[in-house]
């Protein structure tokens, strides 16, 4: 997996590419970590993610609490059809938005 992130108009952009599972969760919570501490809005990309686990629910579910708690909220983007099939299943896609592109997620930002 890897994971690049850049803030940019108080906005912490992720991108992540291949496997979110349980040997790659604690790297991701790790680096998501270190940037919600000057920003509490989020663009995470899943382009490139092709696998998601339980694992990477849970951080996903972590993300959405911690940012949530503070007023806080994250935008995914590009969610692959199998991807949104398993959040369906689990309920997870009730707690976010889906965008079809960086640029529609930032306009929800906008807006609020």
């Given at each position: 997996m890897k994971?690049?992130?850049?803030?940019?108009?108080?906005?912490?952009?992720?991108?992540?590419?291949?496997?979110?599972?349980s040997?790659?969760?604690?790297?991701?919570?790790?680096?998501?970590?270190e940037?919600?501490?000057?920003?509490?809005?989020?663009?995470?990309?899943?382009?490139?993610?092709?696998f998601?686990s339980?694992?990477?629910?849970?951080?996903l579910?972590?993300?959405?609490?911690?940012?949530?708690?503070?007023?806080?909220k994250?935008?995914?983007?590009n969610?692959?059809?199998?991807i949104?099939?398993?959040?369906?299943m689990?309920?997870?896609i009730n707690?976010?938005?889906?965008?079809a592109?960086?640029?529609?997620?930032?306009?929800?930002?906008?807006?609020?």
């Amino acid at each position: 997996m890897k994971v690049t992130t850049q803030t940019k108009n108080n906005i912490v952009y992720i991108t992540i590419q291949g496997s979110i599972d349980s040997n790659t969760a604690g790297e991701l919570q790790s680096r998501i970590m270190e940037e919600l501490t000057s920003c509490n809005r989020v663009i995470m990309d899943l382009t490139a993610v092709v696998f998601l686990s339980s694992a990477g629910l849970r951080v996903l579910l972590m993300l959405y609490r911690q940012l949530n708690a503070n007023g806080g909220k994250v935008l995914l983007v590009n969610v692959s059809e199998e991807i949104c099939d398993i959040m369906s299943m689990t309920g997870f896609i009730n707690f976010f938005e889906l965008y079809a592109s960086i640029e529609e997620a930032e306009k929800q930002f906008i807006q609020t």
